[in-house]
Structures are given as C-alpha cells and as structure tokens.
C-alpha cells in the first residue's frame, strides 16, 4: 500500500522502499549503519548508537563513519566496498581479521579489537555488504556489527580452565526474515537461509514462517507484533522464555529450543520488532536469531559441573544435600523412609601414598562405578571428597532392606580391583541413618551416618554400623570429659605409662613409647583417644604436652643412670607441634633431666606436619639441632609423598598398627607392609612396627628385614615402676 504523505500525495515506489529500508535498518537490534556512493552516512539506528556511544546525529549526512571506531581517518570496510577495492586493500586494513562471507554475496566480515570504548574496550564482529541499484551498479554498503565481547571473554576463561568446553563457536552474519501485515514473508535473507535450512525460494510470499520452528502451524514472535497483541498472548506461547526488548519500543526477544530444526534441534534467541507505516500502524515485524546452542551447552556442562565430582561422575555435596532435602520433604508427605549410607574406603591413603595419586584416583573411579550399580534407581550416590561417598535411598521399605543394600556394597566393593597390573583389595566401613528415626533434617542425618561410619571402623572397618543414640551418648561423655580437663592436671590425675619397643632378632628392650593414662575419679582409666582430642580442642593439650616431655625426660635419665642406651618417644599433637614455644620446652627439659645415653624421640603424625610443610620443615630442623630424634607415626593413614617425606629429617617412620593387624587376612596388607618397609630403606630411615601381637606377624616382619617392633606380643603399656622391672629383666 502507497502510504499518504503529510501534504496527502501518496509516495512513490521508490520513497516507500527507502522508508521500509528505513524501518527495517532502524527496527532490528543488531547495530547497523549506511553510506551512499560518496561514503555519506545515511543511517546509523539506536543499535549502532548503543554499542558505540556515537549519536545518530554526529555522523549521518558525514563521511565520518571511521570515527566511533579508529583515532585517525582511515576507511572501514563499507568504504573498501562502495569503492570496489576491498580485495585488493583487505590486507593493508584487515590483515589476517578479515574473510568473504560464505552466506551473503559480495559481502565481507571481519573481527576487531576497539580499545578505546568504555569498559576496558570492545570486541566487534562487522559484516559489510554493498547496496546496488537495478543496474547492478554499487550506490552504497551496508553494514552490521555485533558486540562480541562477552563471547571472546567467555572463550578466554574457558581456555583457562581445564575442564572447559574449547572456544565458543565464531558469530556470523545476523539470520533475519521480515513480515507484512497480512502475515506473509517479505524477506528471508542468505543468513536466515543458512541457519533454518529453508530458501528464501521456499519462503517468500508465503504464511509458512512457523513450518522451520515448529511442528504444526502457530504464530511466530513476529505473528505476535504483527497483531499487536498483549503481552498475556505473548506468554501464552512463550511463557517464561520472554521479555520486552530493551532497545525496541513494541519489540519482543526469547530464548527457546527448536528441536524440529533442518540440520538438527538448536537453541535460538530471537527478537522481533514492529515495522510501522507513516502514520504509526503496524505495517510488517522483523525478526532476528541467533543460534546460542553452543552457549547452551557450556552453560548445561557448567551446571552439571556445579553438581557433580570431575573424577567419578557422581552427584557432589551440594547436590547431594540438595536431593536429601527434597526426599526428606517428600518422605513427611508420604510417611516413608529415608536411609542415608556414609562410607569410607579402608587405607585408601596407603594406596596414594606407595602407588601415586593416578592409581588413588582409578580406585576412587572403580569403587564409585561399582557402588553406583549396587544401588536401586532413583537413590542418589556422591562423592563428598577424597574417599568418602554417601548414598542416598530413597523409601526402602524397612531396615532390612537397607542392611541388604549395605551388605551388597560390602562384598562388592571389597572385589579386587587390578591397577598396573598389581592386584588390589580395598575395603570400606558404612555408617548408616534412618529418617524419621535418626533425625529430620539433612544435617542431623549426615552428621549420624558419619558417626556411625566412625563407629564401623573402630569394630575393625569393612564392616557397617547403624546409628543408636548410644552414640549421642557418648556426645554427652564428651563434655563431661572437657570439664574435668581443667583440673585433672592440677589434682595429679594423669600417669605416663610406657610399652616397650623391642629389637626383633635379640628381643632387647631398645626403647619405649611413653603414652598419657587418665585415672578419673568416677569414670576409671581413661584413655587419650577419649580425652586428647577434647584437650586439643579446648587448648588444654599444651600444659598436658609441656608435663609430658618433662616426665619422659625425668624417668628416662632415671633408666639411663647406669649407661644404658635407651630412647624414649613421646607424641606430639598439631597444636603442641605449632605451639611457639614448643622448641624451647624440649630443648629446656632435655638440659635438665638428659644423659649422654637417652635418646629422646617426638613421634608426629603424616597430617601434622602436611598442613604447611614449609612451617613444619623449619620447626623439624630446629628440633634436630637440639639432638631430638624425629618419628613419623601412623605411617601410611595421612597425607604425605614420597618427594613430601624426603624434606623432611625424619629419622624413623612406624608402621601403623592397622598394616599389621591386617596381615595374613587377605586383604593385601602383606604388599602395603612390604613397601612401607623398602620406602624407608631407600631413604636410609628406620623402621618400627606397632600393634605386634602375634609370633606369625613378628616372623613376617623379621622375613622382609623389620628390625624393631612394639605390640602386645611383648607387653601392653605399663606404669613407670614396672617398665623399670621390664628394662631391668631386658637382655
């Protein structure tokens, strides 16, 4: 329809065209301008304003299209264009940024860096085409940038992290198709050609612009503008996927998926806009797409890498709480159960420690798989870190159902597992909470299910324990033991007792762990694993720890009067290790109470001295210059490497007594024992076993070249006197 001018003469052909390339330019959201045959700017619409910051007004009617973009006057591509030497000159202006389009003839695209626009500058992708009359001959050029900035940045941080998808794929030139009022296509350019699989051929003149999209006939986003409708139609078909443009007045963008795409499903984000006659109706729309399938995918790999382990595949901690949360809902609802595993793999650590982290980690990745499978569908496994996992089960029918899932993940786990052609065989301890009879909240069963896992191990680990509220007992124990802390020292309460540590080929009495006895007034004999961690805790560990070191000493000069060559071992906990005045402790309490033939010995954990192995290396050397030998206990349970061991002057590491206790049982631990052993020969470090008590462990040990040893098997610890009667006997 010829539209009236202001005086009531119609517009001819030609005016009406130029107002529709108006309208379209100035209605699309991709940035756009327009120079003539002599390089004037004849449109420059609020997009190109947005991502320049150069006003319309500035530069229409110029030849300054350069200026927004470059300090010096030089020609962008739309120049190159009119003037038909972009050939020949790509090189000299675009050297290596610039290409042929492969979707709109003549055209040219290309990627820049601006510095100079706000924000720490902008990455532009610009596509220039020309504009010829209907003899062919060039009048113009047209051309669209879109910012690009985000996607570079997106690229860059993922080339950064290596678990990242590879760069985010390159724009291209914008994918566009126009309608009139009567809803039929007008326009479908080469780019929309090129990203729907429909010809402009196929296309034009046409009512089919649902057919690429959808399935059966609806109105597309453009339908929607076309008949102005309110924004409750709009969401009835794009509910939840859409928004008013910002640039557009009228103007409508979503995201949404299309899985009945030509060449496969994609996800698009499309804008449409009105395009209005003279006297303001809505004559036609535009719409824009832009294929985002790649930005949503990496955002789907992001999420699932939110919720999910990178080594195992399984659920993490936040997603594990996440579903526990909903199932204890859901179980409130229906008045079922839930059931919560925690489990623990048994001497994972031994693992890492003599076979490297690669092998740790293939028996982390064989284990989850296996107890993945050992599960019913719809529970949830996770990995909550290192070697811990937790299983969710979701309504088991009773709590012989759960002991039957447990006992399954028992035996299959515990199969052997072949890494490097070594065989190994590692077991796991399973603690266990039922909700709503171990507690509400997610917290409360977490927190039971790990005690009782705790509890599992202390009966000798492969094995699993239900939650009872014995163990809260036990909580209750715990503060009882806190406050009575606080003055045992004071009241004389506490009592070193020794065990011998004996010569394996000459059973001679060669030295002696001192270990810290408790006799309380109501509740006995109480050992440190029940009172040392609260002291730790509660900081009382340090006075307990000062009183130790001297009584050692003491009691060692005493057994050492006569010549006798003796070394006494205390254990040194993380706080006393990182007290400041540890060195000077030890270093005054061997002037008082040492001899020439007492070798005082600090036994400390792989855990202690890993927490900031720069801090603990000096405190070790500091130690060594006042002539105190240094142990590794529990070796093989903590954190450290071989390259970690070797900074440090250790003189002698113990054999945890969980190896020897193992031995013979079919759980591999004749390996573990075999290698602990060559480890400290190859670092010219001595060797002790603890936890001996059988002759069939001391003669394995003997065999693979052990030389000393502790354990029942020669005397459990005893008070000072009787020691003194122990040495005395010693031959």
């Not at 699309?28 to 304003?49: G, L, Q, S, Y």
């Not at 597309?220 to 009835?236: N, P, R």
């Not at 109501?522 to 560990?541: K, N, W, Y």
């Not at 006569?562 to 254990?571: A, E, K």
Request: overall charge negative; aromatic content about 8%; some cysteine.
């Amino acid at each position: 329809m010829i539209q009236p001018h202001g005086d009531g003469v119609p517009l001819s052909v030609p005016e009406q065209s130029d107002d529709w390339v108006h309208q379209i330019v100035h209605g699309t959201p991709v940035p756009t301008f327009v120079i003539d045959a002599n390089h004037r700017v004849t449109h420059w619409n609020p997009a190109c304003e947005a991502v320049t910051g150069c006003p319309a007004s500035a530069v229409i009617g110029t030849d300054r299209s350069w200026a927004p973009f470059y300090a010096k006057q030089r020609p962008v591509m739309a120049d190159l264009i009119v003037d038909g030497i972009l050939a020949e000159q790509v090189d000299t202006y675009y050297g290596g940024k610039c290409r042929r389009s492969v979707t709109v003839p003549g055209a040219w695209e290309a990627e820049d860096f601006f510095a100079h626009f706000p924000g720490g500058g902008k990455w532009l992708s610009f596509t220039a085409a020309p504009l010829t009359d209907c003899d062919g001959t060039v009048v113009g050029a047209i051309e669209t940038l879109r910012d690009i900035t985000a996607e570079k940045r997106a690229a860059q941080a993922l080339r950064e992290s290596e678990h990242r998808l590879a760069a985010i794929v390159e724009g291209s030139p914008v994918p566009m198709f126009v309608i009139d009022e009567d809803h039929k296509v007008t326009h479908w350019n080469k780019a929309c050609e090129a990203i729907i699989g429909l010809s402009k051929e196929q296309m034009v003149g046409t009512s089919d612009q649902w057919r690429p999209f959808y399935p059966e006939a609806r109105p597309v986003m453009a339908d929607l503008v076309v008949a102005s409708d309110t924004e409750s139609k709009v969401a009835t078909h794009y509910d939840g996927k859409y928004k008013p443009s910002e640039l557009i007045d009228g103007a409508w963008e979503a995201i949404d998926h299309f899985p009945y795409c030509r060449g496969g499903a994609r996800w698009l984000y499309f804008t449409a806009a009105p395009l209005r006659g003279l006297d303001g109706r809505v004559v036609g729309a535009v719409e824009t797409l832009q294929d985002i399938s790649a930005q949503k995918n990496y955002e789907r790999q992001l999420e699932h890498q939110a919720t999910h382990d990178s080594l195992t595949g399984l659920a993490n901690r936040f997603l594990f709480e996440d579903r526990l949360t909903q199932a204890l809902a859901q179980s409130r609802r229906t008045e079922t159960l839930i059931g919560l595993l925690f489990i623990d793999l048994d001497h994972f650590k031994v693992i890492n420690d003599t076979l490297g982290h690669a092998a740790g980690d293939k028996v982390v990745q064989t284990t989850a798989q296996r107890i993945a499978k050992a599960v019913r569908a719809g529970d949830t496994v996770a990995r909550l870190g290192g070697d811990e996992f937790a299983i969710l089960l979701v309504a088991p029918e009773s709590e012989n159902v759960v002991a039957d899932i447990i006992g399954r993940l028992i035996v299959d786990v515990s199969a052997p597992i072949e890494v490097d052609g070594q065989e190994l065989v590692v077991g796991c301890s399973i603690g266990a909470a039922l909700s709503p009879r171990d507690g509400t909240s997610g917290q409360d069963l977490l927190m039971h299910a790990d005690a009782a896992m705790y509890r599992a191990k202390e009966s000798g680990r492969s094995t699993f324990q239900f939650f009872t509220r014995e163990m809260n007992d036990q909580a209750c124990e715990r503060m009882t033991v806190e406050r009575d802390l606080r003055r045992a020292l004071e009241n004389d309460e506490f009592e070193l007792f020794f065990q011998p540590q004996v010569n394996l080929f000459t059973d001679t009495i060669i030295g002696a762990e001192g270990l810290l006895r408790w006799h309380h007034p109501t509740l006995g004999m109480v050992s440190p694993d029940r009172f040392i961690p609260v002291a730790e805790e509660t900081g009382l560990v340090l006075p307990l720890g000062r009183w130790v070191i001297d009584q050692a000493c003491r009691l060692g000069r005493d057994w050492t009067a006569d010549g006798r060559r003796l070394r006494i071992s205390v254990n040194l906990s993380a706080r006393q290790f990182h007290d400041p005045g540890l060195v000077r402790q030890v270093q005054a309490a061997m002037a008082r109470w040492g001899t020439d033939s007492l070798a005082f010995d600090l036994e400390l954990t792989e855990s202690t001295v890993m927490k900031d192995t720069a801090a603990a290396a000096a405190i070790l050397s500091r130690l060594k210059d006042q002539g105190v030998r240094l142990s590794m206990d529990d070796f093989g349970t903590g954190y450290s490497s071989l390259g970690q061991l070797r900074a440090f002057p250790f003189d002698m590491i113990k054999i945890d007594r969980s190896f020897i206790m193992d031995l013979h049982s079919g759980h591999g631990a004749e390996a573990v024992v075999r290698a602990i052993i060559g480890l400290a020969e190859s670092l010219n470090l001595a060797v002790i076993a603890e936890g001996v008590e059988t002759e069939r462990q001391r003669d394995f040990l003997r065999a693979e070249g052990c030389i000393e040893a502790q354990g029942f098997l020669y005397s459990k610890a005893v008070p000072a006197a009787e020691f003194g009667r122990l040495l005395n006997r010693s031959p």
